[in-house]
């Protein structure tokens, strides 16, 4: 069983991304209800994406996880965990971000070779695998863990 020296659980829970998917779902709902496309088959659709929408982001959660046998990430409910070993990374570092302009946005993200995990802030640790790509762990506390990885990556 591997000894785990680090763990971070992210989850969407921005306001700003609360207030926006109200004031879709709420506008969305005037608009049938009050324009001429009213019908009740109309509300009740966008009633369902509305929660749809909702009940995915509720759901949607970034798990990471440092230990002796390596590093395993997930993107929870899109994929299954991943795992890397220390032996498949050439470099790491701490790295500054901005979500927006640098990988179009939050969440799994891909930008040239870059795949980046994301959820809130604008830090985490990028690491240079051995087979060219990249990978950016987004995290709330970068220092944690890239000392996490340092203590178990043998140079």
Same mark, same amino acid.
């Given at each position: 069983?591997?000894?785990? %020296?680090? /763990?971070?659980?992210?989850?969407?829970?921005?306001?700003?991304?609360?207030?926006?998917?109200?004031?879709?779902?709420?506008?969305?709902?005037?608009?049938? !209800?009050?324009?001429?496309?009213?019908?009740?088959?109309?509300?009740?659709?966008?009633?369902?994406?509305?929660? %749809?929408?909702?009940?995915?982001?509720?759901?949607?959660?970034?798990?990471?996880?440092?230990?002796?046998?390596?590093?395993?990430?997930?993107?929870?409910?899109?994929?299954?965990?991943?795992?890397? %070993?220390?032996?498949?990374?050439?470099?790491?570092?701490?790295?500054?971000?901005?979500?927006?302009?640098?990988?179009?946005?939050?969440?799994?993200?891909?930008?040239? !070779?870059? %795949?980046?995990?994301?959820?809130?802030?604008?830090?985490?640790?990028?690491?240079?695998?051995?087979?060219?790509?990249?990978?950016?762990?987004?995290?709330?506390?970068?220092?944690?863990?890239?000392?996490?990885?340092? /203590?178990?990556?043998?140079?």
């Amino acid at each position: 069983m591997a000894k785990l %020296t680090y /763990s971070e659980k992210q989850k969407m829970d921005s306001v700003f991304l609360w207030l926006v998917l109200a004031i879709a779902a709420v506008s969305n709902l005037w608009m049938i !209800k009050y324009q001429d496309i009213y019908n009740e088959g109309m509300l009740i659709v966008s009633g369902i994406i509305s929660i %749809t929408v909702t009940a995915l982001f509720l759901f949607i959660r970034f798990d990471l996880s440092i230990g002796n046998d390596g590093i395993s990430y997930r993107m929870r409910p899109f994929q299954r965990t991943q795992k890397l %070993t220390y032996g498949d990374i050439q470099k790491y570092e701490i790295q500054e971000f901005k979500a927006l302009r640098d990988y179009g946005g939050w969440g799994l993200r891909k930008a040239g !070779k870059t %795949t980046a995990y994301i959820m809130k802030g604008n830090k985490g640790v990028l690491l240079e695998l051995k087979n060219g790509k990249k990978l950016l762990l987004g995290s709330q506390n970068p220092e944690k863990l890239f000392g996490a990885i340092q /203590s178990q990556a043998k140079p």
